[in-house]
């Protein structure tokens, strides 16, 4: 699985939208982009994956560069309760592989 | 929401002893994992297992491990003679087959703490 390089913290306003980047340089043609996040010692939570499209859920919104070198991890409107730790890990998908969890980000949203 | 489950929520043991965390994993789905998270450290993968044996295994995961799935609904991991070093939360995750969509998303439980004493 290809490396990916995050920010250890972030701040943002509740209500705001926050915006989490996310480094990926050596990720190879069939490797997806996940992201998911765990909110205080609770079991991770998925959030979006994507290839090369742009996605959005009920959640979030995954913005891929064109080159598929990096991506940003959008909440478009900030709540307390989205302070977690956010993980981006880039995997080759297939059924029962492994999710391999760097250090993350973690993201305060402040009242 | 079908979610997965584990229990205990916690568990204390003494250096030496066995101990079986238990899950039941959603149930439709058709692989399993175990990860764990020593505390201040990131989530690791142990094992993930599919059609009744271990499909994939960390280096964490040596002969102290054991994985079983003994019925239709629950999947065990069990740790042979604990030591302090195993003290961490232990996740359950359950994910179903994916067939050409790329979504593989696994579904955590919300942890078992283990206290080794």
């Known amino acids: 699985d290809a490396k990916t390089t995050q920010p250890p913290s972030m701040d943002c306003a509740e209500g705001r939208a926050a915006n989490l980047p996310c480094n990926h340089s050596?990720?190879?043609?069939?490797?997806?982009v996940y992201w998911y996040r765990q909110i205080h010692s609770q079991g991770p939570q998925y959030i979006i994956h994507g290839l090369k499209n742009n996605e959005t859920n009920e959640m979030a919104s995954l913005i891929i560069t064109e080159d598929r070198k990096s991506s940003t991890l959008i909440l478009p409107h900030a709540t307390l309760r989205d302070t977690a730790v956010y993980y981006c890990i880039v995997r080759v998908t297939s059924s029962g592989s492994r999710l391999t969890f760097g250090e993350g980000t973690q993201l305060t949203v402040n009242p | 929401e079908p979610e997965v489950t584990q229990t205990p929520s916690h568990q204390v043991t003494q250096m030496g002893q066995e101990v079986i965390l238990r899950c039941v994993p959603i149930?439709?789905?058709?692989?399993f994992y175990w990860y764990r998270q020593i505390l201040g450290q990131k989530v690791e993968f142990l094992v993930s297992?599919?059609?009744?044996?271990?499909?994939?295994k960390s280096e964490i995961f040596d002969d102290q491990f054991s994985v079983e799935r003994p019925d239709g609904s629950n999947f065990t991991l069990k740790i042979r003679s604990t030591k302090l070093e195993d003290s961490a939360m232990y996740f359950c995750?359950?994910?179903?087959?994916?067939?050409?969509?790329?979504?593989?998303?696994?579904?955590f439980g919300p942890g078992t703490r283990l206290t080794v004493l």
């Open positions: 995750a359950s994910s179903e087959q994916s067939i050409g969509t790329g979504r593989n998303e696994q579904f």
């Open positions: 050596t990720i190879s043609g069939n490797e997806y």
């Open positions: 149930s439709n789905h058709l692989y």
């Open positions: 297992f599919y059609n009744n044996e271990i499909s994939e």
